[in-house]
């Protein structure tokens, strides 16, 4: 399946799609290159789902986590600077992953043999005219 993101005024009903497309799954990997938008669609599925706190990068924490206006929990992984998969198991990675909270994972593929089966992976294609188009699989 593939979401189209024309322009920034797209991001919110591009979140919805993606939200309905992934059912119960709630372990998103997010691929692309940098500048390719990961973050900004990362926070505008957190806004669709309600989420009350600011959504900034972790690039330096690892993870944030964000509260919704229901008290759920949304975490947010960067692994850009992930430099053995051993880190990530320092901080506890597979509670979040059986949390039943939503992940979103910048950077998966430095953690990829760790992933969970039900992963959904989303690559991000930049257009020419700077659309973005998400190939989930």
């Known amino acids: 399946m593939n979401i189209i993101i024309r322009d920034k005024r797209h991001l919110h009903s591009a979140a919805k799609e993606l939200i309905n497309n992934t059912g119960e799954n709630k372990i998103l990997a ?6 390719a938008g990961k973050t900004t669609i990362i926070k505008a599925i957190c806004e669709v789902l309600g989420a009350i706190d600011i959504v900034t990068s972790p690039t330096f924490t690892l993870v944030n986590e964000y509260k919704t206006s229901s008290g759920e929990s949304l975490f947010h992984f960067d692994f850009y600077r992930i430099k053995k998969t051993e880190e990530v198991f320092d901080f506890g990675i597979e509670e979040y992953f059986s ?12 953690v990829e043999e760790i992933l969970p089966p ?6 991000i294609e930049v257009t020419e ?6 190939h989930l699989s």
């Open 118 to 123: 039900e992963t959904v992976r989303i690559r």
């Open 99 to 110: 949390s039943n909270s939503y992940c979103f994972l910048e950077w998966p593929e430095l």
């Open 129 to 134: 005219d700077e659309q973005r188009i998400l």
């Open 30 to 35: 997010f691929y692309g290159a940098m500048g």
